[in-house]
């Protein structure tokens, strides 16, 4: 976890909390400690061991520099750890039996899943109400109209409240992707040097139990110290939710243009200034969910291209993981909670949004008027007619419902008052009650 | 899909069939043929209408290089096989309603999903196929000795089935994870223009439902033409599946290394052999796996990127997925069909196994030593000791055994005879029996 | 290369004809016909060899099917090439030293090396084309002014000229990196089994300089068979180059919003239209090109994750560059050619770029104002006053200068002519001319 | 830049402490300082105005946890931290001037730029001992034989020195890449608002090559704060140097393979052991190189990505970009520094080289042989000759000579003692010497 000048803009307070150092010290302590009560139930330990280390896993005896000094020879920081903590203990029972039957990646890989848990339990707070938050905005926008686009250019209208539903959705998925992914991903490692638990003989089975269940983990099926599936797909799941929330914060700053300017993010003291530009209110919100978003591709890539990890023990790429999983917890916290902070301050400016959905004097509705002719007609006919017409109401600057009204083509089909129904964006709107209905459950899609 | 000269490479010949130019044809042929079967029930298309779409849904009507050409200045395929279509169906009833209600996108998605079925089908086909495969290797070769091996150093001994096992289990996992995912990816895309159905009006959800009928697919909860997480999902998985092949792959083409030999790919005809160098038997089903696994965390990454689609229709983005997530199904075809062949054929020479174990005169087995002096000394003293007699038989080339019973603080615990039983790997496998018992499902874990 | 419907959305023509089938056939050939034209000139290959072979190098003889085939056992093409070449030349004074003292990889990577070759010349002809059009629209926007934009913010005006200009000096740095990285990849490989080149005793020194001189390559100073620096330098150097284009075409994407309307791609007939919107004129080269550069980061990725070769010969790592570089030159030539035609015919709308500007009402320019204030009052209580004054403007839709004219904290420093000029973006483009002079290489910044 | 447990894993300690936050702000700081100075010996500041922020660059002042909390808001450090300057000021006749022209950007890119120049150099200066390190070993094992390794298997032998002189070769190369790259990216960013420097008026040229020369930075053809290629290249001109640090450290890493045994790194008290088993000697030095190289693809892929940013300041991309290149830096410098440690203390073990080699009795010499019949007989017969030899040798346990010399077909061409010749590795050694001469610049190949 990075404490640099920028932490909090790609950690949520408590995200850097769980990823500090304090707590990654403790969880590694936690889990000599759990193992030392195992060991001691099943009278491998003296009594009193796992006493003698449970006053020792706040950490405060670590000297942080010295282990991370240590650890660049050691290759990993539970060595040094292991010195330190074995230097605190060596006048107790616990001196005899620190960390047997355990090798240091399990150390490592259950320490990793002690915080992921409590990451997991952030995430999926934060994106139970960022889902409370969008189904609010869903039902009270739900004929807000606005301009469909596409290509970034427009379209016919849909509704902010069947925009928002589709992110909606998606995190209604992510959350259930996320729950089955942190199934997988929270899970004890403990195998001993080769994964085998072979220091522990016919005790094995009785220490993992118990150390499973001290730390309130499930025992793995295997070992998994180099089948990380379970750490890289809970990395995937926070990738492909980073991008959906990108989407989302993506179309939030498009439509904050200031050319279009039909949302904004909510006003703060303080917030999105600019150093020189008296007038700026950026947005920052989206700004840093997008952030995001552009970084968790590489982060994930990371994870998958380090699956491949040797034999018993991974050389360099187990190592990859453990900057590159935090970094994505983090910066998924970060983006939830930021997403959060925009969709419920989202300020919406309905006036602005008919306003923008007018200006294309109708063009935007061509596809209504040359559905309804291709009935009569043939389709590549109608859709040609259109296509004129809309054409020079553009070169023009008429509105398109005059131009048709001057093509005999056109009036041949439609009469005037047919062709201002078409051209209306609120008759327009097709399947979107129907939509917002099945998606927030409602029984009358009328409402 | 590539019809370069590697095309077999990379791709199984099913996959390659899957994703060829007649098959995406006719998958969107299909879309528009299900969608005027549709039509035509709800009164939006004359009857017979349906039936002339069947009779070109073979697709061989289309001037492909024609459509490549108009293609590039219409974005995508579509727009230009919809006018060689409808050339194909002026004369008949379809002419006018040939696509009414859908976009490009509707026709680009759902094609996708229905070759990405048939894609999800094969690659459970062969996954099976794989596990069983493993399943038999694991059982028979429960016992098997080899050197554990971690940082690519000598560890204490695993069996060659525990080994397996490991890639065992992350298949089964894997098989779950795909019929998930593609539960989420395997659903139609049917919105029209911006995502609300509008020029059905109140015939869209009747003319949805058949569309989805006729295809065999789920209706999505909503439009998910700019919701890509399903697709996302997909890829991502395929991306974690071939991480695990390539761990697989990795281990045993560091096992087939000449030094170690302790397994080797089947040998056949014409496999694996050199331009130059007559002798060669290379691990070509290894390096093809793992060639997949090195293209996949890019390409993910790609899909991932891909994901802030813009409003109701992405500009560049969507683009970007269309060759990737077929290159991802092919890559994955291709791994799992080269891994089974791999795991079939896998010749395991158990006497080298034993070799190479013994080769490192009981040094391997330190930690059992280790262990057993701890419990009477204590544990870093116990470290200690053993380091230095490793050291010295390195040094000397002499067995540990014969060190440890020159040394004085061991002998003052261990006896002779405990000491060669300390060292027999055959003594050391702890838990094995018992994992495997859990994974091959067997009541006894003595057996 | 794909051969898929989509082949010339991600490849320019010219693209797809260097990495067709034939081509590299004809490449790999060519590579024999090379070396066996030097043996035969180091009398290690009988009178008329060359000659013979030289006859095949058309490649018409391939039955490629086959050859795709056998590559999939044999674990690449060259081998199942040189099988069916040896027959064709059974009978002749060429089967005896065919291939003689080369690797399968040396005649991969070189013939690769030829294709790049080609590949390199087509992107720097292009780019130089696109750098002269850039210069050309720079020089005609010089004075063009429209709003800046932070943030997707408005901002202080600039010009269209000194924001493609941004571009245009870019690209003159790609071209000179494009060539640095086309030297140090442009290179024979040639190395035998191991790098050697062993099997040719005293006479590698001749033979290798005649190869080279055969193919016109330089000799590298090592072959590179595992050191892959220089290819890889070539694939990143591209995915920069993509990285800016996709700079221009987002820019030019904005710009071309419906609501922002400034600049649009040229009018075509079928292009950039829709199959249901008959008004739809979508920006069908930015999205190319923004797809190019979506896919980029992933296959740059791939290239780097792929350098550690083991040893003398990589196992799946060499084999992933095989599509991916190839790949990664397509997409180049493609973005290259479609932002050259939309910046050659992009349509201007300087009147819509000043209405823009103009709907700010003034605050933009709020900056302007500020910067004059801080000179006599202080810089926070300068930029306090304006924030003010611009969020009362918003909030009142008032111009900006009727507020500030009525706050008597600036009055007291700025009469309302000072503050109309201060308004004026023509008054505020600094340096603008001067950036463009040293661009343009005018003398005269007044220009 | 990380200050986690594992910070100096994976950063070298002079890598940490130019990424640190004290030299972050400074760097900031000394932005603010040099503009001050320029603005006042342009007479934009009063006198005295730089001195007084010369005393605050060492950044003492600032609140560091203030600022990352208001820069959540704020959007970037820049703006929270000129707030907590100009108070210090507030006093001074600097408050006036503060900031005067430039923009946040302005700010981080230059403050980055200048921690480049000094990561840049650290890098060129542990590079150029890792040359001279590795010039040094290939000097001295310019004739050392072991294997050739293609696919991981048995090839003909190379020398140590030529295996080390692969990668002599590419730092050369990468040097030269990292000097020209930082010659791009080394240059001030000063462009205001959007890129104009329209504050400064007719005073721009001057203040910006004043603070340029404060500096020592050159001044940029244009503000390139949208352009961002320069700092791209030289992310990417890193993340290949990885790559190519990445492949020495996979060679040694297999190289060291206990069944391989040929080199090992330095030992040294506290390197490379194991939490459990004593006998441990891990290569954390190549590890640590790997897990590098690993992570390198993602972070290049991000900055890549990162790239189209939206007219005149990015929208999220520029932000991922911000702990990405520092992230590479930090990785490069940790890396090149362990390769100079691996290198300089590589322990080779020539003898078991040689054992090796002749492990495979002969039959990895098996295209010398078979070369010499190919210009008797005919390449295919030979090249069919000799596999059915080596196949024989393998399945038998017999030398490949003795093979050989009980079969006519080749006693036919090949005496004995011609046989022996051949199957000697000191003789197959081919250009070896000659290239070796090339790389270390000796007049005499014979050397």
Known sequence: MDDGLNALLFASPQMREIF???????????????????????????????????????????????????????????????????????????????????????????????QLREAVAVLQDTARKLEMALTRKVATHARTLLSGRTWLQGAPPTTLGLKLAGTLVALRRHRARLQAAAQGALVLQFGGAVGTLSVLGEHAAGVEADLAQHLQLPVAELPWHTQRDGLVELAATLGVLLGSLGKLARDLALLMQ?????????????KGGSSTMPHKQNPVGCAAVLAAATRAPGLVATMLAAMPQEHERGLGNWQAEWETLPELCSLAGMALQRSLEVVEGLQVNAARMRENLDASLGRNMAEAVSAALAARLDRVTAHELVRRATA??????????????????VTAHL?????????????????TARFLARVLGENDADA
């Open 20 to 114: 500090c150092v304090e707590r990654q010290l403790r969880c590694m302590l936690q889990f000599e400690w759990a193992l030392m009560a195992a060991l001691e139930s099943h009278g491998l330990a003296e009594e009193g061991s796992a006493a003698a280390v449970a006053a020792l896993v706040d950490g405060g005896f670590v000297d942080r520099e010295v282990l991370r000094q240590e650890a660049v020879a050691a290759g990993n920081v539970v060595i040094p750890l292991l010195r330190q903590l074995q230097q605190q203990l060596s006048s107790t029972p616990a001196a005899r039996a620190l960390h047997l039957g355990a090798t240091s990646q399990d150390v490592l890989d259950t320490a990793l899943v002690l």
């Open 258 to 270: 200031t050319e279009v300017a039909e949302v904004a993010e909510a006003k703060q003291a303080g």
């Open 392 to 409: 020079m109401s553009q070169l023009r600057g008429t509105p398109l419902g005059e131009v048709l009204q001057q093509m005999p083509e």
């Open 415 to 431: 009469d005037a008052e047919q062709i201002h129904r078409l051209l209306d964006p609120e008759n327009y709107l097709g399947s």
